[in-house]
């Protein structure tokens, strides 16, 4: 089991992944905007952060920046979360430095094995 | 100069038992929330926060007035769109209807109105910007009369200090006092996009500048706006692109863990080489277009 913070401000989004997350028995925390997210991440140090880039008060890029500027979450693994074109998405994942990137709409089935691939890959 | 059809759209939305509300029937957790769900689908929704939301109105000189919520017959919102006015010049922008609740002609029931209001204003010209791949919004303001006019880039740089280079450290900037920065301003020869027009820098706060000269007296200048996290609304004035570099190189030397967003480069400018060198990535692209009313 992994405590993965989940930061996205569309409800359906987040109640689909935390839902999707929770029945393969990972602990989920949903934040609904970047302050928020910092928060909850600076405060609990979870697995894996699930994060939208489109963001309703910090863009989700800046938010992912200023988790790695803490010296001891700089290594957490950060996942990007967008509707971004998924070349784009790419090139900004690696450039904000996330350990990967699933675009939206999310495949419900591939989903959880996606999410438990990058803790696994990151954990090895 | 455009012949505007006539507002058939906007009357057909009303005599069918809808509504057009000025948004300043709504405070601005309601607009904001409005948006939001107007945007959900969209290829880049840059949802908003109500303080968002009041930080554009007051920038970019929104018209709470002229800019409308649109109301389906059961009273529900289906969707917003935004006008700014300055001058003779209007802007449309944060259009959007709610993907339930779209067809009926909402969209353009709500430019008819922005338009309408605009002209009320005594604008002669109407822009706005559409995202590239757009294609409906595209279709929709090309009916209207609105023409393509350049192409615009987002641009983003993650936070980092630049890789150390002793020709631009030689280089000494001077930093711009608050009180200097209206008056450089004043002297920029680019042709900004309304969001980066001086008078949208001017409703900002925390504007920063620099300005740097040359032994060979190459000279330039840059403002910025540093918020609390990013670094954004640049103004580059240069005569070489050297200068340029260096006036970027000195910026995040100076502010390393600042990410930096900048909106709307032309596409045609050579400031988008200089920033690919400096290492900006492109996020996406919009499309300017104008409508000329008679």
Known sequence: MSLIVVIEDNPDNSRMVAKLLRAASHKVIVAEDGETGLTTVFEHHPDLVLIDLGLPDIDGQTVIALIKQQPDLANMPIIAFTAFQPDVAQNMATAYGCHGVITKPIDTRAFVGQIEGFIAKLVS | ?294
């Not at chain 2, 880049?44 to 554009?56: G, I």
């Not at chain 2, 910007?129 to 006019?149: H, M, Q, S």
């Not at chain 2, 400018?269 to 919009?286: P, S, V």
Request: hydrophobic letters at 40%; one cysteine or more.
């Open chain 2, 1 to 294: 100069m455009s012949n505007l059809p006539p507002s058939s759209a906007r009357t057909a939305f009303i005599n069918a038992g809808n509504q057009l509300i000025p948004t300043s029937a709504y405070n601005y957790t309601e607009l904001a929330e409005i948006y939001n769900q107007a945007r959900v689908d969209y290829i880049v929704p840059m949802p908003m926060n109500n303080k968002r939301m009041q930080e554009y109105v007051q920038n970019y000189d929104i018209s709470l007035d002229g800019s409308v919520v649109a109301i389906n017959g059961d009273n529900l919102p289906c969707g917003v769109g935004m006008l700014g006015l300055r001058d003779k010049r209007g802007w449309i922008t944060r259009l959007g209807v709610i993907p339930d609740r779209r067809k009926h002609h909402v969209g353009q029931a709500m430019m008819e109105s922005l338009i309408g209001s605009a002209q009320d204003q005594g604008a002669t010209l109407i822009q706005l910007e559409v995202i590239l791949g757009n294609d409906p919004a595209r279709l929709l303001f090309e009916k209207l009369g609105f023409v393509p006019t350049r192409e615009l880039l987002v641009i983003r740089r993650p936070p980092s200090a630049p890789t150390p280079n002793l020709a631009y450290d030689s280089l000494k900037p001077i930093t711009l006092s608050e009180a200097d920065i209206p008056a450089i301003l004043a002297s920029r020869t680019d042709t900004p996009s309304w969001i980066e027009e001086t008078r949208s820098l001017l409703n900002t706060t925390n504007l920063r500048g620099l300005r740097l000269v040359s032994d060979a007296g190459e000279s330039g200048w840059i403002v910025f706006q540093r918020s609390p996290f990013q670094l954004t609304h640049f103004v580059l004035n240069y005569s070489d692109t050297w200068v340029a570099k260096a006036l970027l190189y000195h910026v995040h030397k100076e502010h390393p863990m600042q990410d930096t967003k900048i909106e709307n480069v032309d596409v045609g400018d050579q400031l988008w080489d200089i920033y690919q060198q400096m290492g900006y990535l492109e996020i996406f692209r919009r499309t300017e277009m104008f409508l000329h009313l008679k």
